[in-house]
């Protein structure tokens, strides 16, 4: 079963700075594209970040660009985003996401794996 465990997650202060980690269990991991999608209460699940699988394509949100930074480590299997300088609306679960593709698109459904999430709250 393919397996997606999001960690790092926290309360910060506005300003602050996390760093989420992916653990996958994909033994192809190295071939997929992996990203991070976030959902705060009552909205709709919105794109953060991706990347593909030889990091030479990354792709990120308007909202975020400049603040965070993904990246990937494909011997341990494993996908970060670095979360700098937080704001309150960046306050949401964070999913860790792959696939088996070319592109990084921006919508949910274009994502077989997803992990279970990670909460992120940062306080003003």
């Known amino acids: 079963q393919v397996q997606l465990v999001e960690s790092g997650g926290g309360l910060v202060q506005a300003g602050g700075s996390l760093r989420l980690s992916c653990a996958a269990s994909?033994?192809?991991?190295?071939?997929?594209?992996v990203g991070w999608f976030r959902q705060a209460p009552g909205k709709e699940r919105e794109f953060v970040a991706g990347i593909s699988w030889s990091s030479g394509s990354i792709n990120y949100a308007d909202s975020i660009k400049g603040r965070f930074t993904i990246s990937r480590n494909n011997a341990k299997r494993a996908v970060y985003l670095q979360m700098n300088s937080l704001k309150p609306e960046d306050t949401a679960v964070y999913f860790c996401?792959?696939?088996?593709?070319?592109?990084?698109?921006?919508?949910?459904?274009?994502?077989?794996?997803w992990g279970q999430g990670t909460q992120v709250t940062v306080s003003s």
């Open positions: 994909l033994q192809t991991f190295n071939l997929y594209t």
């Open positions: 996401v792959a696939d088996s593709m070319a592109a990084i698109p921006a919508t949910p459904r274009s994502y077989d794996y």
